[in-house]
């Protein structure tokens, strides 16, 4: 975020006004701020994070809490980028998640259940976040997603848009774009699997991490700078 | 259950942990609201990227080149993507796309490349600017054929010449 904070803070000065924030919960209003604002949000997110993680005294619970709600009104504000838009959904949810797990004292009987169930609930955020996916392609396309169509005209959009080769070169090899359309609704369907068994961790990971590298590379969607750390929540340490 | 009036807060009630399992309750419920109706409730959502089957025959797109002393050449998109966005949005409502540029359009693309530098500062070297228009056509069976072509350029150090030309 820190690397991104000068392109977005360029983009907040170039649109201004015209920016169209989102309402958290589709109900509660975001303040449209300056691109100084935005800045000091941005600088206050990474600050709250660097305290959590290396003040143990301070607690880390508040300043979680404070990263949660520093994340909604920072993304809100470049929330129409391309390189934005759903892409750090997983952030402010997985902060207020550690946030509000901070605050059950560590010497409370049901502290290690409550550990348990956080890891759990992060886990289903990054599960939904595929099996969402794969159902809205059945919802909106059927069974007929698979046969590549829809990948292989994004692929070609995707050449026209920027001149990516290897985008137009995947696209004309039709097995291969079936293939990967039949990989990827099958990878969105079934990455759920991964919670009731950890040992698929070891299949599903690297595949999430492939299929990310090549959306990046060919679609120049770039899912993986939020959801590739929050693999973590998936790793038995 | 009391109240301790010195640390204003009640005793042995584990409000944080039931305040925690309570939001937890709320997540999964609002992940399982955002799949089964289908709709975003920020930052929930339903993740509905490029799920509408999309089989088109036939696509178009635009995008600008810079071309620098050197020979070399680079694409906005590969480093301002918003930008790159908005370029083609805006070249798509230019209707039809081979009348030659006018003044306005030519300003307008070098307000491109101004913001693109801001961005980029190595942008600022390139030496001539080209609107490529791509359309492709993609049958049911047979090849994908792509055709580009130059719709609009404009050498930098002399803004106001320039019309489209070539094919690649």
Known sequence: MLVQLRGHVRY????????????????????????????AVGLGLAACLAVAALVPAAGAGPWLVAAAGASLLYFAQVIDLPAVRRKPNTVPIFLLLLGAASFVPAAAPEA??????????MQLVVAQMYFSSGVMKLRLAGWRWADGATLRTAL???????????????????????????????????????????NLAWAFLPLGIGFHVATAALLRIHYWIYVVPAYLVFVRW | MAFDSDTFAFVGWPFASVGCVTLLLVVVALLAWSTLAGRDLWPFSHYPMFAANDNATGVRGFRLRFHFADGRTTQLGDHAGDLAEAFAEKLERRAPVATPPTEAELAWVRDFWIQACRQHPPLAAAVRLEVIMGAALIPQAGEITVVERVVLGCDIAAPTSGTGAGAS
């Open chain 1, 12 to 39: 907040v000065r170039r649109r201004g006004a015209e920016r169209r924030l989102p309402r958290v919960l589709n109900v509660v209003p975001l303040p449209a701020l300056p691109a100084e604002a935005v800045a």
């Open chain 1, 112 to 121: 290690p259940a409550i550990g348990r169930l956080v890891r759990w609930t």
């Open chain 1, 156 to 198: 070609v959009r995707a050449h026209l848009g920027d001149g990516n080769r290897a985008a137009l070169w995947l696209a004309r090899r039709r097995g291969a774009v079936r293939l990967a359309a039949t990989l990827m609704l099958g990878f969105d369907l079934t990455f759920w699997l991964i919670i009731p068994f950890p």
